[in-house]
């Protein structure tokens, strides 16, 4: 126990430090891809709505706790994407709070046969709170949970917030970047000043069609893909695969930028994540762990669990339009 406080402690310290700096991120990136880029809004087929849930370092009382919802459809009269987008963030006992809504438009440019471009903007709205009830001062740990002097005067924020993205893609490759907070927004719920720092993204990947001789009808597919983002002083590198053999798909990732040292002049080293997914006709669900490579280990935090879901349908006018090329990414 007194081992698991310290860790908290530790933790709570590094957040403190840091929140600020970073985004909440998903293991299943592309189950979230309007998260990440808002130029992914329309690019299914049909209309589609995705939920995702992270809980990180679940063994640690200063958990973690992420949930994501979207919506997002095609429009082919006027060859755009609308997407609706809503993130809820909750960290240290939910000690502090992030509830964002962002409203997504991208536009579909046809630069050749083969090539689609779609530029795309971002509206949003967030509402920042820090609850100093959930919070646990020093005195009160050596006053046994006596009250604590300390006083904060938080007052819940709310923000604007404009982000913007691109992608350029193919019926095989993909490639995008998005930038996020653009305006910097200042996001202090205390005294003083604390601006939202831009987050850049670039992330692509190429889809290779598995040939199998003796039952050409075979669904199996094998996808590469990546994830680079930097926002501040922290930046950091998702990169793996998925192999889809429908209606499995099973993935392993690797985050991390070994070339690279921490604050603590250990090798940025931070998780090795497995998936296993499931495609049911218009329903995919997803499950990823995240094993911790850095000094935290897995026993110490839980690592971190996240479940996807996706559901996608079609209108009967949609349905009778000629198909249109969609992204080859994946979908978890």
């Not at 995705?50 to 429009?75: E, H, I, K």
């Not at 509206?123 to 820090?130: F, P």
């Not at 009967?316 to 198909?323: D, G």
């Amino acid at each position: 126990m007194r081992k698991l406080l310290i860790i908290s402690l530790i933790v709570s310290l590094i957040v403190t430090d840091r929140v600020n700096a970073q985004d909440a991120h998903f293991t299943q990136f592309y189950a979230a891809p309007t998260l990440i880029n808002p130029a992914f809004a329309g690019t299914s087929a049909q209309g589609r709505f995705g939920m995702n849930y992270r809980n990180q370092w679940p063994a640690l009382p200063q958990a973690f706790v992420t949930s994501n919802v979207y919506y997002d459809q095609f429009l082919p009269q006027i060859k755009s994407g609308i997407g609706l987008l809503v993130n809820r963030d909750q960290a240290g006992q939910s000690a502090l709070s992030n509830t964002s809504v962002g409203l997504q438009y991208a536009y579909e440019v046809r630069l050749s046969r083969s090539l689609s471009l779609r530029p795309a903007l971002q509206l949003g709205y967030t509402r920042k709170s820090l609850h100093e009830e959930r919070l646990v001062f020093g005195d009160q740990l050596i006053r046994d949970g006596a009250a604590t002097i300390e006083t904060l005067n938080a007052e819940p924020i709310g923000l604007m917030d404009v982000s913007s993205g691109v992608l350029v893609y193919s019926d095989k490759y993909w490639f995008g970047a998005s930038l996020h907070h653009i305006n910097e927004p200042d996001e202090t719920v205390t005294a003083g000043l604390s601006q939202l720092q831009s987050k850049f993204s670039a992330h692509g990947g190429i889809r290779i069609k598995i040939q199998n001789i003796q039952r050409r009808s075979s669904k199996k597919d094998l996808v590469t893909a990546f994830n680079y983002k930097q926002q501040g002083p922290f930046n950091q590198l998702d990169m793996g695969a998925y192999i889809e053999l429908y209606p499995m798909v099973f993935g392993i990732w690797y985050r991390g930028l070994p070339i690279k040292k921490n604050g603590y002049d250990y090798a940025n080293r931070e998780g090795l994540n497995i998936l296993i997914g499931y495609h049911e006709r218009n329903f995919k669900i997803g499950y990823s762990v995240d094993l911790n490579l850095s000094q935290l280990g897995v026993y110490s935090t839980g690592g971190a669990h996240e479940l996807s879901l996706i559901y996608e349908w079609a209108n009967k006018r949609n349905s009778r339009l000629p198909k249109r090329r969609v992204v080859p990414c994946p979908t978890f």
